[in-house]
């Protein structure tokens, strides 16, 4: 899976720790339309299950995740 060109935007939080990667996500995808696609690169242990968690919570769905490359990608599409 290659990340960064399915996304329609990429947001690298690698060296944050929570909440900040959720808190930078969700900043993040405000500034998206519904149906376009944020990529979010993290290294923080719990940032898989937070992002998880807060894109059910707020309506958006998780496309992908990915560790193959020594960190966390996760691929969440905005939903209305």
């Given at each position: 899976?290659?990340?960064?060109?399915?996304?329609?935007?990429?947001?690298?939080?690698?060296?944050?720790?929570?909440?900040?990667?959720?808190?930078?996500?969700?900043?993040?995808?405000?500034?998206?339309?519904?149906?376009?696609?944020?990529a979010?690169?993290?290294?923080?242990?719990?940032?898989e299950?937070?992002?998880?968690?807060?894109a059910?919570?707020?309506g958006?769905?998780?496309?992908?995740?990915?560790?193959?490359?020594?960190?966390?990608?996760?691929?969440?599409?905005?939903?209305g």
């Amino acid at each position: 899976m290659t990340v960064e060109t399915q996304a329609d935007k990429v947001l690298d939080v690698r060296g944050q720790f929570c909440p900040g990667p959720v808190l930078s996500a969700r900043k993040a995808m405000d500034e998206l339309a519904e149906g376009q696609v944020l990529a979010v690169l993290a290294t923080d242990p719990a940032a898989e299950a937070d992002l998880q968690a807060w894109a059910k919570w707020a309506g958006h769905t998780v496309l992908g995740l990915d560790k193959s490359q020594g960190y966390l990608r996760v691929l969440v599409r905005k939903g209305g």
